[in-house]
């Protein structure tokens, strides 16, 4: 009995620490200075207190970026990826006897987790870039065996979401921040269904250049990480402002000196729907499961700059192992242009972005059924650095 008041009582500690970690991660979230509209000057450059923040912090919340109609699309997006999901790891069909999406993929595409799980933490997995197992908390008693929590080559799944790869605003930041010559790096849905979203260990991103000479703070490139339905301290991601400048970070000590996975000094992204992160891929960052009762949908995109791939043997984590020349490298951006030619059809209104690389290329770019198919894998030429 005393061993049981015990154990008890030290679960309500450390859920008290929790909590207390949770609120102050996101007073402090708020009070950084590193969130707000997208602005732009006259001459077209990103506002320098964006710039200036970005920098400092490795993250900045651009607030109110995807409208509701756009975001209602997204959401249909993703429901229809949901729905054509395998029933299970094993089976190549969906809950309604269709062929399941991703299935017959060559890429990396669906990322199985126990609910609540951890896949990657304390594993070689991913060059073992994720050296600390999250704690993982027991899912209730009717969940699923597994369930799919993150799904990479998502444009060829989701016509909505290949029209928000096109989203002007955002790719005029992608060449503000990468220059005019930025290329796609990857493309990713994180899915952290309340009660059974999967953790991802905290980690940084990019595996090529850290001892390179020419290292910098944009090395390794960026995601954005569009939110649908916002996200919380706990739901969201956490970062460790400013680690993306540094070449070398120690992630096993940083948890045992916090004695927790709760390492000192991160933040969360506090969002509402429609906000968009922008994230350096080399800040440390990671996400708790989501025992929340809240969806989390997080639709990442990524670029990076042309000179941090091209030449540069890919560490094959997305797509397949190769020396990235100008070739491959234009043959992967192609799909930018698509996303235009489909973001037309849908918002003839708006102003379209031009891709500068590809404004002179005598190609066609139309969006249609073949178009569309000609998607297929095509994250297999991921520029993965
Ligand atoms: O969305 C998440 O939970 C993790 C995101 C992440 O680790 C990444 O984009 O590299």
Not at 98 to 112: M, S
Not at 212 to 227: A, K, L, V, W, Y
């Amino acid at each position: 009995m005393a061993l049981k008041r015990d154990i008890s009582g030290r679960a309500e500690k450390s859920e008290d620490q929790k909590l207390q970690y949770y609120k102050a991660g996101r007073n402090k979230a708020l009070n950084l200075g590193n969130r707000g509209p997208i602005k732009f000057n006259p001459d077209g450059s990103l506002a320098k207190q964006i710039l200036d923040a970005y920098s400092e912090f490795g993250f900045y919340v651009f607030e109110n970026v995807i409208q509701t109609r756009e975001l209602k699309d997204l959401e249909n997006g993703v429901a229809s990826i949901l729905k054509r999901l395998p029933v299970s790891e094993d089976s190549t069909f969906d809950n309604n006897g269709n062929p399941a999406i991703g299935t017959n993929c060559k890429a990396p595409t669906l990322f199985w987790s126990k609910p609540l799980g951890d896949p990657f933490g304390g594993t070689k997995l991913a060059n073992g870039r994720h050296p600390v197992k999250m704690n993982e908390p027991q899912p209730s008693k009717n969940s699923p065996e597994k369930i799919v929590y993150l799904i990479l080559g998502t444009l060829q799944f989701s016509d909505e979401f290949l029209r928000t790869y096109a989203h002007p605003e955002l790719l005029k930041v992608a060449e503000q921040i990468n220059g005019e010559d930025f290329v796609p790096f990857t493309d990713a849905l994180f899915i952290k269904e309340p009660g059974m979203g999967a953790s991802v260990a905290w980690h940084r991103d990019g595996t090529t250049h850290w001892d390179s000479p020419n290292f910098d703070e944009r090395t390794h490139g960026f995601n954005f990480m569009i939110q649908l339905y916002g996200c919380t301290e706990e739901n969201g991601v956490w970062v460790v402002p400013g680690t993306h400048k540094k070449r070398y970070v120690d992630i096993a000590k940083m948890v045992s000196d916090a004695g927790s996975e709760r390492v000192e000094d991160a933040v969360p992204m506090i969002c509402n729907p429609g906000d968009v992160v922008i994230s350096n891929r080399q800040v440390v960052h990671g996400s708790f499961s989501n025992t929340s009762s809240d969806w989390r949908i997080t639709i990442n995109q990524g670029f990076h700059r042309r000179k941090s791939v091209l030449g540069v043997k890919g560490g094959g984590l997305h797509g397949e192992p190769a020396v990235y020349d100008a070739e491959r490298i234009i043959e992967r951006s192609k799909i930018i242009k698509l996303a235009i030619e489909a973001r037309k059809q849908r918002f003839p209104e708006e102003k379209a972005f031009e891709y500068k690389p590809l404004s002179t290329s005598t190609e066609e770019f139309t969006w249609d059924a073949a178009a569309k198919r000609s998607l297929h894998d095509y994250n297999l030429l991921d520029l993965s650095i």
